[in-house]
């Protein structure tokens, strides 16, 4: 059973940035694709962002791209999303999920692919 934590979300101004990170208190990330989605109130979850079991595929979606960036440590369980020039309309609970790969470099924008989610993390973004 995979278990998701995600830590590192809060109150930041505009241009202002976060690192959040997702971490596993059970089984091991490695050997899993991962992904980040976000949930603004009154919308529906959206993809951010993905990345391959081994790193060296990633997935961003148009909004983040260029200001968001996706990254795994497999030796410490972790997956990080490092968010700069925040804008308001970043303002969401965000996601962490993981799910196995259906090949080498596979990465998944689909939030119907991801088998295991964590609670979320707030993070809002003051103009």
């Known amino acids: 059973q995979v278990s998701l934590v995600e830590s590192g979300g809060g109150l930041v101004q505009a241009g202002g940035s976060l690192r959040l990170s997702c971490a596993s208190s059970g089984r091991t990330l490695s050997g899993y694709l991962m992904g980040w989605f976000r949930q603004a109130p009154g919308k529906d979850r959206e993809f951010v962002a993905a990345i391959s079991w081994t790193g060296s595929n990633t997935h961003y979606a148009d909004s983040v791209k260029g200001r968001f960036t996706i990254s795994r440590d497999n030796t410490k369980n972790a997956v990080y999303l490092q968010m700069n020039n925040l804008k308001p309309e970043d303002t969401a609970v965000y996601y962490c999920?993981?799910?196995?790969?259906?090949?080498?470099?596979?990465?998944?924008?689909?939030?119907?692919?991801?088998?295991?989610w964590g609670q979320g993390t707030q993070v809002t973004v003051s103009s």
């Open positions: 999920a993981a799910d196995r790969p259906k090949y080498w470099g596979d990465v998944s924008s689909n939030e119907d692919d991801y088998d295991y």
